[in-house]
């Protein structure tokens, strides 16, 4: 990424009313995740709350980032616990999507928590 400081503006979009705005911070800050999960690792928690979003695309982007940002926070007991708190809520979700992106989400803490 050419500009890491950037990234404070996306969390900062995650508080957005615009759905399509949310979506797409939360979007960058998985591509982001992908090449460089060290410079996402301190904003993983802020895609949680969107999972609960109105609109369809967010919860999935929020999903998306939290399965990705899962690698990036193995180091922090904390975080893993809110995302594994997480995908407890939404393993039976009605959406697929979402349950598919859950699943993901916790194996890649269990994998992270077997890891260290």
């Not at 400081?5 to 800050?29: M, N, P, Q, R, S």
């Not at 369809?56 to 998306?64: C, D, G, K, L």
């Not at 939290?66 to 393993?91: C, M, Q, S, T, Y």
Request: aromatic share 4%; with cysteine.
């Amino acid at each position: 990424m050419k500009e890491p400081g950037l990234l404070e503006e996306i969390a900062e979009g995650f508080k957005e009313l615009d759905a399509t705005l949310v979506g797409d911070c939360a979007e960058v800050l998985t591509e982001v995740a992908r090449g460089k999960p060290d410079l996402v690792a301190r904003y993983a928690a802020e895609p949680a709350p969107l999972v609960n979003h109105a609109t369809t695309r967010v919860p999935w982007e929020a999903m998306h980032a939290l399965a990705g940002l899962a690698k990036a926070v193995a180091a922090d007991p904390g975080l893993r616990d809110e995302l594994g708190r997480v995908w407890e809520r939404f393993a039976d979700s009605a959406s697929g999507v979402v349950r598919k992106a859950a699943r993901a989400l916790m194996q890649a803490v269990k994998a992270n928590k077997e890891a260290r």
